[in-house]
């Protein structure tokens, strides 16, 4: 019996011909990768875990360029499977067969920032860590902030409705991006570029491209609000001896640093093993089971310097945490973020990676880590918690030396069912792509889940943009 992850058989969509070629060689002259060995790393998602087998590559530079492309392959009944940084998490971003692979990476131009209102607008292959680097030069920063800044690019973040490690302060990109330029299946644009903070006209059609992981149109440029640069940052690394004082903290923490407060992320004992072992990252303090990374944002260093310090008394003399490191300066900041950005690496060296990303009522999220361990007993190689707490976002990892179909067949449906049970939600931040389809009805009732069919058919007759991701296979 196929794993409901496994993908359904090849659709009928038509292969790719000589005569295919030859137009994708005239409209991107240089920019029609057909060299396997150039393809291999597009093939292959980041966590290496599964693989296509397509034949080509575009790389288109213009919204024009995506236009013509998408226009053609829909009339051919070619598949297209749009791809960022390639840094997605649950097998969304390759082909699943041959599909086309339509790269945004050659998409990298930031078209405006207006530095009064604050507001962005770039090409969707831009990579965040160089929107970031521009926007602080100007005093700016980016809404989003997360481990894969280096290579995911912002139209990828927001096909995912990417979290991260600020929503806690600036919020969702539902809020945060104000205009997206999309490119339909069919090859016409759908100009929804707005720059305006408020605009009420109907209904607000960019929110169904934020979040469709490239089922229903393909992102070609993003406007989006940027806060200001916080002259002022925080960051205290803090050891907790249980989930419950740690919860506490993040109690205490919103009480005492409320409007300063950008970041509470977690990590467990486990986490800290594999950082240690993998990645040779020391611990900033002594052992602990749990770790929390708390971050402040604000305008005035001495009123920041003086509320932290208040709390971390506070914390310290109610003996909620255990032990603890503070940093002002950028190195020790960037050393500290590093034990919780660099947990997603460490996981890969540790072995084949099974990869849960759960919303639940924020008491109970480590609840599932322990029932995990218990239900496998010793049959993984390591079994880890880490995540955002102040958005209720766990992020529950196991591990097996190889792959390994029966210990997934001990996870799955397991934890799908446990967190229905909470009401939760089987993905917080990082979308269902490949992986995850067919347990979308754990969160979501089937009229809703028949609606999206709805909309899919509609925007995308012939199912030609990323087939086989997002949607649940019967609905087709
Ligand atoms: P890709 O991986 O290339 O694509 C992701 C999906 O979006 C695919 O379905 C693809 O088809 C679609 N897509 C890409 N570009 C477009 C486009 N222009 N138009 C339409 N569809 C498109 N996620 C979080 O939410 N929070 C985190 O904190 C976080 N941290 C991460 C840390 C690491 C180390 C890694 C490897 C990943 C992390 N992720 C996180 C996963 C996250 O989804 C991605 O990092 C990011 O948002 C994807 O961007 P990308 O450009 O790499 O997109
Ligand atoms: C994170 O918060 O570190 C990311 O979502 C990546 C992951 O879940 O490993
Ligand atoms: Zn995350």
Redesign the pocket.
């Known amino acids: 019996k196929p794993s409901p992850a496994a993908a359904p058989d090849r659709l009928p969509f038509s292969t790719v011909t000589q005569e295919d070629l030859a137009f994708f060689s005239k409209i991107l002259p240089g920019r029609t990768v057909t060299d396997p060995d150039l393809l291999e790393s597009s093939n292959v998602d ?1 966590l290496k875990s599964v693989r296509g087998s397509s034949e080509v590559l575009l790389r288109p530079q213009t919204r024009e360029e995506v236009s013509q492309i998408l226009r053609y392959c829909n009339g051919r009944n070619l598949a297209v ?9 649950v097998g ?2 390759v082909p699943v067969y041959d599909e086309i692979i339509l790269s ?1 990476a050659l998409m990298n131009k930031i078209l405006s920032f207006d530095s009064i209102s604050g507001i962005l607008t770039c090409q ?2 831009c990579v965040l860590e160089n929107l970031s680097l521009y926007l602080e030069e100007r005093d700016y920063i980016m809404p989003l902030d ?3 800044k280096g ?3 912002i ?6 409705n ?4 600020r929503l806690l302060r600036y919020g969702s990109l539902r809020g945060t991006v104000l205009g997206l330029e999309v490119v339909l299946a069919d090859g016409q644009v759908l100009d929804c570029l707005a720059m305006l903070r408020k605009d009420n006209t109907g209904y607000d059609l960019k929110q169904l ?1 934020i979040g ?3 089922t229903l ?4 440029a993003v406007s989006i609000l940027c806060p200001r640069k916080p002259k002022s940052v925080n960051v205290v690394f803090l050891g907790c001896e249980n989930f419950e004082q740690l919860l506490k903290t993040f109690k205490l923490c919103r009480g005492m640093l409320g409007e300063i407060l950008s970041a509470f992320e977690f990590l467990d004992s486990e986490c800290m093993r594999l950082l240690n072992t993998h990645l040779k990252l020391p611990n900033p303090i002594s052992d602990c089971p749990f770790y929390v990374v708390i971050e402040t944002s604000g305008s005035n260093p001495t009123h920041d310097g003086e509320k932290l310090h208040e709390f971390l008394e506070e914390a310290m003399t109610s003996s909620l945490v255990t032990d603890g490191t503070v940093a002002t300066e950028d190195t020790k900041i960037k050393a500290l973020w590093s034990m919780r ?1 660099r947990i ?2 460490a996981l890969i060296h540790d072995g084949f990676v099974y990869k849960y990303d759960i919303s639940i009522p924020v008491e109970r999220i480590y609840q599932l880590v322990t029932d995990m361990r218990e239900h496998l007993g010793g049959r993984a190689k390591s079994v880890v918690g880490y995540g955002h707490v102040g958005d209720g976002n766990l992020h529950l990892n196991i591990t097996s030396p190889v792959k390994d179909p029966a210990l997934l067949a001990a996870i799955e449906p397991f934890v799908y069912e446990w967190t229905a049970s909470c009401k939760g939600s089987i993905s917080a ?3 269902l ?1 490949l992986k995850k389809r067919n347990y979308i009805y754990y969160s979501k009732p089937s009229q809703v889940v028949a609606m999206m069919g709805d909309i899919k058919a509609m925007m995308d007759p012939k199912g030609i943009l ?1 087939p086989y ?1 997002t949607l649940p296979d019967n609905l087709k």
Do not use: Y
């Not at 499977?81 to 998490?89: D, F, K």
């Open positions: 980041w499977n749009p791809q960022g940084g390639n840094t997605g998490l969304g971003s945004t969707a292959g997360l481990g894969a290579s995911c690019q139209g990828g973040n927001v096909a995912t990417a979290g991260g490690l491209f469709s992981e490239g149109g393909v992102i070609t950005e997603t690496e931040e990082h979308g792509g990323n991701k």
